[in-house]
Each structure stands twice: as C-alpha cells, then as structure tokens.
Nanobody, 121 residues
Framework: EVRLVESGGGLVQPGGSLRLSCAAS????????MTWVRQAPEKGPEWVSS????????FYSESIKGRFTIGRDNDKNTLYLQMASLKPEDLAVYYC??????????????WGQGTQVTVSS
C-alpha cells in the first residue's frame, strides 16, 4: 500500500520559514519523480515543485522560485520542501504527490493527506 504522510506545517509569520517533510512507503521511492502541490482556500490545486528520482533536477513554479527548495533523501524515503520568506499568499494545504513514473510528464498517481501552512501575523 502506497502511503505519503506529510508533516511540518503550521502557523508562521510573514517572512518566516518552515520545512515540510513527506514520509513515503509502499513503493520504491527512488524510482519516481515526486512533486509538491498546494491548494489555497477556494482555489484549485497549484503545482509548486518537482524533483527527479535522483534529486539531480528540480523545477519550481514562478510564484515560489528563489524562496522554496525541494529535496529528497532516497535512503530515508523522504521528500522535503524548505520554505523561506513566506508570504500570506503561501497559505494553503500542501500535498506530497507521487507521480506514476520517472518522467516529468507522468501523471499524479497518489496524494498524501496534506499539511496546512498558515502565514499570518
């Protein structure tokens, strides 16, 4: 059974930082592209960032580029999202997503339950 369990969300002031983690199990983690997607209140899902199976390639949405860093530890089967300089518009539920293969175009196959990030003073 594939499991993706996010953690690390919470309340942070504007300009603050958080690190999200996603513990993966039930599949060979190092074989897959992994992605972070977020969903703000009353909005649709928004792609945030993706990372290749080996961590060598990363991509970011323009809205968070330069502020967020995606990473993975294949030995620990864990995906990360280091978030800095957080803004109120970063408020959302953040989801860890397993894609169906090792290609960027592979579909989103499994989602975690999400972790809430709230940016407010």
């Amino acid at each position: 059974e594939v499991r993706l369990v996010e953690s690390g969300g919470g309340l942070v002031q504007p300009g603050g930082s958080l690190r999200l983690s996603c513990a993966a199990s039930g599949f060979i983690f190092e074989d897959y592209v992994m992605t972070w997607v977020r969903q703000a209140p009353e909005k649709g899902p928004e792609w945030v960032s993706s990372i290749s199976w080996d961590g060598a390639e990363t991509f970011y949405s323009e809205s968070i580029k330069g502020r967020f860093t995606i990473g993975r530890d294949n030995d620990k089967n864990t995906l990360y999202l280091q978030m800095a300089s957080l803004k109120p518009e970063d408020l959302a539920v953040y989801y860890c997503v397993k894609q169906s293969g090792s290609s960027w175009s592979d579909e989103y196959e499994y989602w975690g339950q999400g972790t809430q990030v709230t940016v407010s003073s």
